[in-house]
């Protein structure tokens, strides 16, 4: 799965984004070590606060599947700016992968590459517990 192809997935998750509300459409893909992938868009909630971003539902989607290793993850928004992973999600892609890869779109289809370590230093994760 090149690059590309990750993009490409996100992209087509974005489409089904249900952003009724801030009209802020969100997709992902997850790239699993071995080389599976998994979609995901935000899914917004009248309530608000049960609203889960699409980096979530990838992940979510992938370790219930049974899959935790990730190597690298693309966001694709609509905005101006870049779509960066908020800071929930930047925790959730800690929890499983301290090392992945993240890589972040606009809505003109420009991209950056961000390490986890750069967007969340001197993070928290479940070596902390043991
Ligand atoms: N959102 C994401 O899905 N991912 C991000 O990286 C940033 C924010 C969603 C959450 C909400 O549905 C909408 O974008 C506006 O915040």
């Known amino acids: 799965m090149t690059d590309q192809e990750l993009i490409e997935v996100a992209k087509a998750y974005r489409e089904r984004a249900y952003a009724a509300y801030s009209h802020f459409k969100v997709g992902a893909a997850v790239l699993t070590k071995d080389g599976k992938v998994f979609g995901g868009c935000n899914i917004e909630n009248a309530s608000f606060g049960p609203t889960i971003c699409a ?4 992940v979510a989607k992938a370790v219930s599947e049974g899959h935790r290793d990730f190597v690298r993850i693309v966001i694709a928004g609509r905005s ?3 779509c960066v992973p908020c800071g929930v999600c930047r925790q959730v892609l800690r929890e499983f992968a301290p090392n992945i890869e993240i890589i972040c779109l ?3 289809g420009e991209e950056r590459t961000f390490t986890l370590e750069e967007l969340l230093p001197h993070s ?3 070596e902390y517990l043991q």
């Open 55 to 58: 980096e979530r539902t990838a």
């Open 80 to 82: 101006r700016e870049l």
């Open 106 to 108: 606009n809505g003109a």
């Open 124 to 126: 928290f994760g479940p």
